[in-house]
Structures are given as C-alpha cells and as structure tokens.
C-alpha cells in the first residue's frame, strides 16, 4: 500500500509552546490529507481535513486558531499545535487520501505522532 | 447515539478460536465500510473492505447488513498475533465530504 510519515514520531514539550507535525505522502501525491486526534482508550476524532492549496475544514469543536493546517503542497501538510497545554497530550494521526482512480475511498494513514505537553 | 458502535470488550479467547465482533452504524446514506486493526500504540491499518455480499480473506470474513446498519467481523482459528484492536469504519461518501468515522474499537486478546 502506499506510505505515508509523520514526523516527529513523538515529542515532549512544555506548556505553552507550539509544536509542528509534518505529514507527507512519500509515493502519490495527496490533494485531502487528514488530521486525527485519539486520546487513551478513545476512538479516532477527526480534527480536520486539509486541502492542498486552500484552508483546512475543521471538525465542530476544534479551534481553529489553536491547531494551525498548512497544506502547501501535494506532499505536504503541517499541523501546528499553538500555546500547547496538558489536555492536548495525545496521539496524532494524519492519513492521506490518493487521487481518485487510485483505492477508492481508501485512505493511508501515518505512523502517528506522540505529544506530551509538560 | 454515537454514529458507530461497537462493544470494546476485551474478548479474552484461547488461540485457534472462532472470534465475532460487531458493529452498528447510526447514518444510513453511509457507502462505504471497513475493518482496521490498529496495534497498541500505533496507527490504525486496513484490514479489509466490507460489502453486502459479504467477503472473505483468508481467516477474516466480513458482513454487511445494510438494512439493520450491521457490520460483522469473523475471525477464524485466532492466532497469538490477531491481538489488537479491530476498528470498524464507515465513510458516508462525497457528500459527507468523503470522511471516515471510526468507531471506539474491540479490543481482541488472543491466550495461549
């Protein structure tokens, strides 16, 4: 199947700094990246869908101004937590979805970044 | 009412087993259904498609039931590494956006 990273695998920050995750789609080129949050013992919540070249959807509840989505290219996206706190700690996950023709529907998900917010 | 449902368990079963999750789903313009395994700690993995006409890959079997909005997973001689979590999924297509809902998943422990 195609590959998709994430990086950084896991990271550890203090309270009221920003991290980035990185998303790329390392084989096909992805116009609608994902991004998933999931919390212990939770399901997956989708936070928002990223499209290359506009602004990012987000899901109801999820603040746009704290989780920043820069999709610049079909490689590419970023999620930027901004002033992150301790109830952000979580398991973030992007996946990305190949064009269409390509696994209908399907989408390729990232080895998840770890976040832990001192 | 949550939009997919499903008993997290854990099932606790003896190696070479014959294990069934289930699931429902709440919104019934929905097209399109899966089955990931997701290990602990990591992301979540394909498992399988799943369509009316039910379907079959290797010792994984599952079903569709649009009627009563039930998606079924069989496993078949569980083995030690079936351990995981099994998600099931559903995406309500383009007019939902194309998003996938994931249900909290079952948890599977495969004993010796």
């Known amino acids: 199947g195609a590959v998709v990273s994430q990086h950084p695998s896991w990271v550890i920050c203090k309270s009221g700094t920003s991290v980035k995750i990185e998303c790329r789609s390392l084989?096909?080129?992805?116009?609608?990246m994902f991004w998933y949050r999931q919390f212990p013992k939770q399901s997956l919540m989708l936070m928002a869908t990223?499209?290359?070249?506009?602004?990012?959807?987000?899901e109801q509840g999820v603040e746009k101004d704290k989780f920043l989505i820069n999709h610049a290219s079909l490689t590419l996206s970023t999620l930027t937590v901004t002033s992150a706190h301790p109830e952000d700690s979580s398991f973030y996950i992007c996946?990305?979805?190949?064009?269409?023709?390509?696994?209908?529907?399907?989408?390729?998900f990232g080895p998840g970044t770890r976040l832990t917010v001192l | 009412r949550k939009e997919v449902e499903q008993d997290p368990g854990p099932f606790n079963v003896p190696e070479g087993a014959t294990v069934a999750f289930n699931c429902t789903y709440s919104?019934?313009?929905?097209?399109?259904f899966f089955w990931y395994r997701q290990d602990c700690r990591k992301e979540p993995k394909l498992l399988m498609s799943?369509?009316?006409s039910g379907n079959e890959d290797g010792r994984f079997t599952a079903q569709l039931n649009r009627a009563s909005q039930y998606i079924s997973l069989l496993i078949r001689d569980s083995k030690l590494s079936d351990s995981a979590t099994y998600l099931c999924?559903?995406?309500?297509?383009?007019?939902?956006?194309?998003?996938?809902?994931f249900g909290t998943g079952t948890q599977l422990k495969v004993e010796l």
């Open positions: 996946s990305a979805r190949p064009p269409p023709g390509l696994a209908p529907n399907e989408q390729f």
């Open positions: 084989d096909f080129q992805a116009t609608t």
């Open positions: 990223s499209n290359e070249g506009s602004k990012a959807t987000y």
């Open positions: 919104n019934s313009a929905s097209q399109s």
């Open positions: 799943v369509y009316s």
């Open positions: 999924v559903v995406n309500i297509g383009v007019g939902g956006g194309n998003k996938l809902t």
